[in-house]
């Protein structure tokens, strides 16, 4: 079974950075692709980003593009997400998902999830 906690969240500014991390265990990290959502309150699931098991293929939302960025240590059995130049929008609830297929895109596809950290951008 695998289980996985998330760190890193908090309070920023708007303009600032953020580093999330996910870390895996209980299962074989590399042979999983990873993502991660967000939940803001009184919105469904959003996609952010999703990264390939070999960390070659990376995967963005529109609205993330360009500002984050995702990357794993399969040594470390962590996934990552850069956040820079945050904006009061990207406040939610961020969740990294594991996927032992092929899906990149879909909250369907994953089938383990973390509990979430809580991200808040203020203006």
């Known amino acids: 079974q695998v289980q996985l906690v998330e760190s890193g969240g908090g309070l920023v500014q708007a303009g600032g950075s953020l580093r999330l991390s996910c870390t895996s265990s209980?299962?074989?990290?590399?042979?999983?692709?990873m993502g991660w959502f967000r939940q803001a309150p009184g919105k469904g699931r959003e996609f952010v980003s999703a990264?390939?098991?070999?960390?070659?293929?990376?995967y963005y939302s529109d609205s993330v593009k360009g500002r984050f960025t995702i990357s794993r240590d399969n040594a470390k059995n962590q996934v990552y997400l850069q956040m820079n130049s945050v904006k009061p929008e990207d406040s939610a609830v961020y969740y990294c998902a594991a996927s032992p297929g092929t899906n990149y895109y879909s909250s369907a596809g994953y089938r383990y999830w973390g509990q979430g950290t809580q991200v808040t951008v203020s203006s």
């Open positions: 990264i390939s098991t070999s960390g070659t293929l990376t």
């Open positions: 209980g299962g074989t990290f590399s042979r999983v692709v």
